[in-house]
């Protein structure tokens, strides 16, 4: 076979791999998200479909899967399909750049951190076209809304990552995780803190989650701008929705929380070739688990902000304090103070 070919299946086989692991996460995150959501309410969640309810992802698949597609008659058929595509794709597409392991990146370019920025500005367009394209003015409305809340912390979100590019002078994220080497001392949640309460907090409001979920609006008569969406339709919405929390919990833990790399890194008393101490995927799966977890807990905990206050959030605060913030790291970087001494 020739080298082309042999490249093509190994890149292919690897995107293949990466793409349905990232669909069983999803399944089984709505799953976690029911039991904690229930633990905290004192409610004991999915426990009728397999054990300990651990059917119940496969069970919302197959019924998803056999409802009817209604696309309304006045619609623009063609972006009404392609909407739930446009919002899916990016949330998919930004895996290729994530260093899984210290070996293991679908795609290692220099440039990931720009790539990552614009994939996951790309989700807005099929929010408004899925609003547009059903000719319905409750879906418009919604759409509206929602992109006016991503655009505002996708701002903040980007001068927060300004943050991280001057701490580790590179926009390849194998590169930011390893100038995070050395255990948990030398992560950027450190010195950057308030650049990584500001990235977290716009994920939770770019992902339309609670309290920031005004998208959906679960309390009021239509469910924003997929109010129109049935079927598999509507279900590519939501595991574009999943799909996006696990890739900002995954992002956050490479910015911040360096990735797949021990906390534990040069404690000497754990002894030499303790799992501990060496730098591996499950390290990363932890991190990503337990920001998955505190996207859950923030639902559970806290009520639905009105919009002006979502909005006065984004465009008032955080964006004013992550160029304070940047201002100051850009005097300590000049100055070679504190984590950048040396």
Not at 85 to 109: E, K, Q, R, Y
Not at 155 to 178: P, Q, R, W
Not at 189 to 198: A, D, N, S, T
Request: hydrophobic share 55%; with cysteine.
């Amino acid at each position: 076979m020739p080298l082309y070919l042999q490249n093509l299946v190994i890149i292919t086989t690897q995107i293949l791999a990466v793409t349905i692991c990232v669909i069983l996460t999803v399944a089984f995150t709505t799953y976690f998200e029911r039991k904690v959501i229930g633990y905290m309410q004192g409610r004991i969640g999915p426990n009728r479909v397999g054990i300990k309810g651990l059917g119940q992802p496969f069970a919302d698949v197959i019924k998803l899967l056999i409802k009817e597609v209604v696309i309304p008659s006045r619609s623009n058929r063609y972006l009404f399909v392609i909407a739930p595509l446009l919002s899916l794709i990016p949330a998919l597409a930004t895996w290729a750049v994530i260093p899984l392991t210290d070996g293991f990146v679908i795609a290692d370019i220099n440039a990931g951190l720009l790539y990552v920025l614009a994939l996951t500005s790309v989700g807005v367009y099929g929010v408004l076209l899925a609003g547009w394209a059903t000719n319905s003015k409750y879906a418009f409305l919604g759409a509206m809304r929602c992109a006016a809340q991503i655009v505002a912390y996708e701002i903040a979100m980007g001068f927060a990552l300004v943050g991280v590019l001057m701490a580790s002078g590179s926009l390849n994220l194998g590169e930011i995780i390893a100038s995070q080497s050395g255990g948990f001392s030398q992560w950027f949640i450190i010195p950057l803190f308030p650049l990584f309460m500001v990235y977290f907090i716009s994920g939770v409001a770019e992902t339309n989650r609670a309290p920031f979920d005004v998208a959906e609006g679960e309390s009021e008569i239509v469910a924003g701008f997929h109010v129109e969406y049935s079927g598999v339709a509507f279900a590519v919405f939501f595991l574009a929705e999943y799909a996006n929390i696990i890739l900002i919990a995954a992002l956050t833990s490479i910015f911040f929380l360096a990735g797949w790399s021990s906390p534990f890194e040069g404690w000497v008393f754990l002894g030499e070739g303790n799992f501990l101490r060496e730098p591996s995927f499950f390290w990363l799966a932890v991190k990503i688990c337990f920001f998955i977890f505190v996207f859950f807990w923030i639902r559970a905990t806290f009520p639905r902000y009105r919009y002006d206050q979502i909005m006065r959030l984004g465009w008032k605060i955080f964006i004013p304090v992550t160029i304070v913030w940047i201002a100051v790291e850009g005097v300590m970087v000049w100055m070679k103070v504190g984590p950048w001494s040396i």
